[in-house]
């Protein structure tokens, strides 16, 4: 640090050194008619002062570049002896001036950047010409040495596979998984693959209406919304009643018929209310999974006729204003129904009685092209306009929070912002500090305009705040979160602040990440700084609107001078100074989650192998029976009478022959055996050795063992007349000796 402030001093003096400390350098990546006026003389000795700053930053690896107007990061990184490498001609360059030639609604979609070209603040300033200068100076000086840090406003800028790891850069890729409308509202549906929560408890429910069942579900959504909305208007209505007293004077019971007497539309029967508490029911008995026996030949609840009658009626009710007649029975049915649902349905209190739907572009920043719609035809027909756009999945439906809570009769919202320094282990790591955006009209439902319902700044710093607005509200349209407390304290609500709201923005904002961590790619040396949007209900739960990157930080307010700048410095310090020294002052970054590291396995490539061993089949002999009964039942009929002697003495060789090669393809050998009445004649025995399995022999009363080996042939002495008793343990002899003799014998 302090050879740096005296490099500085080689090279300027007086006001000029404050100036070039101070660093408000003009844009790099814009045309100056400034930079044309005559450029001063180094000497010597500052140009070699210069050139140690240099090699000292290089040495450190100590050099940034920077996309954007970006002062307090610039201040930041000099301050720690860093020194920017200015892009001339880069990529950086060309993309940066097409960004301030171009109007905001030509920015790409693909990144929802929440970075505005009209924000942008003019750095150019002619008093800090010479702090410029010699920024260029030393620039040069770097020219062709590596960034070591790069910070950009879209992620796009620089191709992350050509970096090397030491190389650090703000932004991960495939961050549009959960920065996207589309992205958020289709990641969050898994979060229960990911955490035990549910996202209908923080996150208002959103579909895409690309896909036709998405568009179903939507349809059947807004219709049984139609539903709750009518029974809450049914109670709310009698509340009202019950509010202003029973006692009507008869002037006023007259007034009320005059009224509906000169009503252009009829009242809207009872009948209605009866059928929105059946379609309520069934929505309970299916939640509670007790519709599974029904059949698909199981009528609906209502038929699309009767269901576009119904939605008529609703309209001429919840937007005409038309009465129902004769409901006063069904409110205690009303309230009970509303009950029930409440236990099951988290966002029931932000659903209101208008049905309100706000339709989105899926991929758009800064509340361009946002709308609000109460009618189901309406909606449809808006998503409907460009195919393209609804084919590619660029539009989204989600619920309005139709009872926000509001400051002063005035909707805001709230930006809070993270930081993720890693996605393995997940790192995040929230801000102490948020603000509040207003509307610059007072809430109404009366009308959908977007000067009511959207607080973006870069929507309503063009509108004029309304004379019917409080006077509380600033006229810049933003406050500090220590000003929103202090109204909390007015109305004795200060403690929840910290209990529900800034836990509840934590919760939220973790889970969205869960979600999203599969579809990152975990670079390290690599960070992001989002904007998230909440708002809140009556009871200051916060609801997630959508996730920001790149947010805006421009010092368009007082209260964004002040909080912009103070979370540039803070992330530095976090991202750098906490990557020297672990105890190293964070700001108000505050450490909420960090997850255990997964081992992710090495990709080897497509090895695609088959593993295993050969399967050997026994093929084990057919039990033997007796010559009789083996040849009449597989060989056909045999004669009795014929000499099986014969048949061994004339073709020994031939059996011998045959019999290998049936023991090799395991055939039977019953039908070349000779049978028990051919055996009165002596003959040569023949000694066989076959596979190991136990066939019976002769009548099937005595069974020898047949071994596993390759069948062999003896020259044997003749047997005796006598049968032989007992198996035969290795050789198998034929003929066979008698069986009623006690002892066999094989005498020579």
Same mark, same amino acid.
């Given at each position: ?7 500085? %001093? ?114 150019? +300033? ?28 879209? &992620? ?43 996202? +209908? ?70 009948? @209605? ?89 899926? %991929? ?17 027909? @808006? ?201 190293? +002052? ?7 989650? &960090? ?154």
């Amino acid at each position: 640090m302090e050879a740096t402030n005296s490099g500085k %001093a080689g090279i300027l003096s007086g006001q000029k050194l404050q100036d070039a400390n101070q660093n408000h350098a003009p844009c790099l990546y814009t045309k100056s008619p400034e930079v044309r006026v005559g450029l001063p003389d180094f000497n010597p000795d500052r140009l070699k002062t210069a050139r140690a700053l240099a090699d000292k930053a290089v040495k450190m690896q100590k050099i940034f570049s920077i996309q954007g107007p970006y002062p307090v990061i610039r201040a930041a990184l000099r301050a720690r002896g860093w020194i920017e490498q200015h892009m001339h001609g880069s990529k950086l360059q060309v993309q940066q001036q097409q960004q301030h030639q171009s109007s905001g609604s030509k920015s790409s979609s693909k990144d929802a950047d929440d970075h505005n070209s009209e924000d942008v603040e003019k750095e150019q +300033d002619p008093n800090r010409l010479h702090s410029f200068l010699v920024s260029a100076a030393l620039s040069r000086l770097v020219r062709n040495e590596m960034v070591y840090f790069y910070w950009t406003n879209r &992620r796009d800028a620089i191709n992350t596979n050509i970096l090397q790891k030491q190389q650090i850069i703000n932004h991960f890729t495939k961050a549009g998984s959960f920065t996207t409308k589309v992205g958020l509202c289709l990641n969050l549906r898994n979060l229960h693959w990911f955490d035990v929560a549910n996202p +209908d408890t923080f996150f208002p429910r959103c579909y895409t209406l690309a896909a036709q069942d998405e568009k179903h579900a939507f349809i059947e959504d807004y219709r049984r919304t139609a539903c709750t909305s009518l029974l809450k208007y049914v109670v709310k209505r009698d509340q009202n009643i019950q509010g202003k007293g029973i006692s009507h004077n008869l002037q006023d019971v007259q007034v009320q018929r005059k009224q509906n007497k000169h009503r252009s539309k009829p009242l809207v029967p009872s009948q @209605m209310i009866t059928t929105a508490l059946k379609v309520c029911q069934e929505y309970l008995e299916s939640l509670e999974h007790k519709d599974i026996d029904k059949t698909l030949e199981t009528p609906q609840t209502l038929t699309q006729e009767q269901w576009a009658e119904f939605i008529s009626s609703y309209y001429l009710v919840a937007h005409g204003g038309a009465q129902i007649e004769r409901s006063e029975h069904l409110v205690s049915s009303c309230e009970a129904m509303l009950q029930r649902l409440e236990k099951v349905s988290p966002q029931l209190g932000i659903d209101g009685t208008q049905n309100i739907w706000i339709i989105k572009p899926g %991929a758009k920043s800064r509340g361009r092209g946002i709308k609000c719609a109460k009618r189901l035809d309406q909606i449809l027909r @808006m998503v409907a306009i460009d195919p393209a756009l609804i084919k590619e999945s660029k539009w989204v439906v989600q619920k309005y929070i139709e009872q926000p809570l509001l400051v002063h009769g005035t909707k805001f919202d709230v930006r809070q912002w993270f930081l993720v320094t890693d996605w393995n282990p997940l790192t995040v790591w929230f801000y102490k500090k948020c603000y509040l955006r207003f509307s610059t009209q007072p809430y109404s439902l009366d009308t959908l305009d977007s000067s009511v319902h959207l607080c973006n700044n870069s929507i309503q710093k063009h509108l004029r705040p309304s004379q019917q607005r409080h006077c509380g509200i600033p006229a810049d349209n933003m406050w500090l979160d220590d000003q929103f407390r202090a109204f909390l304290a007015s109305q004795g609500r200060e403690a929840l602040w910290e209990t529900v709201v800034v836990q509840g923005m934590k919760t939220t904002i973790i889970h969205a990440l869960q979600t999203a961590q599969d579809l990152m790619e975990s670079r390290k040396n690599t960070f992001e700084l989002y904007g998230a949007d909440f708002m809140l209900d009556l009871s200051l739960h916060p609801w997630l609107i959508e996730i920001n990157a790149s947010p805006t930080m421009a010092p368009s307010t007082s209260v964004t001078a002040q909080l912009c700048a103070a979370v540039q410095e803070d992330t530095l310090r976090v991202v750098l100074d906490r990557k020297v020294d672990r105890t190293a +002052d964070t700001g108000d970054f505050e450490l909420i989650y &960090r997850q255990a590291a997964v081992e992710v396995p090495q990709y080897l490539g497509i090895n695609l192998v088959v593993e295993g061993f050969a399967v050997k089949n026994p093929c084990p002999l057919p039990p033997l029976r007796s010559s009789n009964q083996s040849a009449s039942k597989r060989w056909g009929p045999v004669k009795e009478k014929e000499s099986a002697l014969e048949k061994v003495q004339a073709l020994p060789k031939m059996l011998l022959k045959k019999a290998e090669s049936k023991i090799r393809r395991c055939e039977p050998l019953s039908p070349a055996l000779p049978s028990e009445s051919s055996l009165s004649k002596p003959v040569k025995s023949i000694s066989i050795r076959l596979p190991m399995t136990v066939l019976p022999i002769g009548g099937g009363s005595h069974s020898g063992h047949l071994w596993k080996r390759r069948a062999e042939v003896s020259n044997v002495q003749p047997p005796t007349t006598e049968k032989q008793q007992g198996p035969l343990s290795q050789e198998m002899t034929a003929p066979k000796q008698p069986r009623k003799a006690t002892s066999s014998s094989t005498s020579a």
